[in-house]
């Protein structure tokens, strides 16, 4: 059972916009804690996406944008791409519990 | 450019020990906090442990607590993760990570740790 809720998969054809959501509570997102994502493609680490809610690392598309609203986030792709195909995991820190905490990731599948 | 070489993973009975390294380049070592985090067969990411960038503040997910040691050499550029009393649980790929503010900027390959009889 994760801290940060995600769905656990999300699906969309090419070119297609998709979200992926991401619910925290009053101890990590709602508390203020900025929320992060990562996007890992089958058989490899993990590499950031979105930092800071909304800011993208060089290098990254401008396809993908974060958004954050009380206690919960948003990651949007669009165009979507069959290279997007991979788990996606949003990330905070919990202040009860002292240390960063994940979503337990969304697939996401391109048609 | 930065990399984050694990190593030291493999198989091991319950019970048993292990010590995780994962070696530094192409940033000022010592300027960062530095992170564990796991991936269980199948799972989402878990963050394991964080380490300040002099070595004197460590913190750690409660499921590690007081079995795991993290910890650094500086002059090395080197982290480590002593493990203790390992269970099935823990069994996952360890990832290093360099921490820039309260996210994870890069990210080493991971080293794969088995718990099994």
């Known amino acids: 059972q994760s801290v940060l809720t995600q769905a656990p998969s999300v699906s969309g054809a090419p070119g297609q916009r998709v979200t992926i959501s991401c619910t925290g509570s009053?101890?990590?997102?709602?508390?203020?804690?900025?929320v992060h994502w990562y996007q890992q493609l089958p058989g490899t680490a993990p590499k950031l996406l979105i930092h800071?809610?909304?800011n993208r690392p060089s290098g990254v598309p401008d396809r993908f944008s974060g958004s954050k609203s009380g206690a919960s986030a948003s990651l949007a792709i669009t165009g979507l791409q069959a290279e997007d195909e991979a788990d996606y995991y949003c990330?905070?820190?919990?202040?009860?519990?002292?240390?960063?905490?994940f979503g337990g990731g969304t697939k996401l599948t391109v048609l | 450019e930065v990399q984050l070489l694990e190593s030291g993973g493999g198989l091991v009975q319950p019970g048993g020990s292990l010590r995780l390294a994962c070696a530094a380049s192409?940033?000022?070592?010592?300027?960062?906090?530095m992170t564990w985090v796991r991936q269980a067969p199948g799972k989402g990411l878990e963050w394991v442990s964080t380490?300040?960038?002099?070595?004197?503040?460590?913190y750690y997910a409660d499921s590690v607590k007081g079995r795991f040691t993290i910890s650094r050499d500086n002059s090395k550029n080197t982290l480590y993760l002593q493990m203790y009393s390992l269970g099935v649980g823990d069994t996952a790929t360890y990832y290093c990570?360099?921490?820039?503010?309260?996210?994870?900027?890069?990210w080493g390959q991971g080293t794969p740790v088995t718990v099994s009889p």
């Open positions: 990570a360099k921490r820039f503010f309260y996210f994870f900027d890069e």
């Open positions: 990330q905070s820190y919990d202040i009860s519990l002292g240390g960063a905490v």
């Open positions: 192409g940033f000022t070592f010592s300027t960062y906090a």
């Open positions: 380490i300040g960038g002099s070595g004197a503040d460590s």
């Open positions: 009053s101890s990590n997102i709602g508390a203020g804690s900025d």
């Open positions: 800071g809610n909304t």
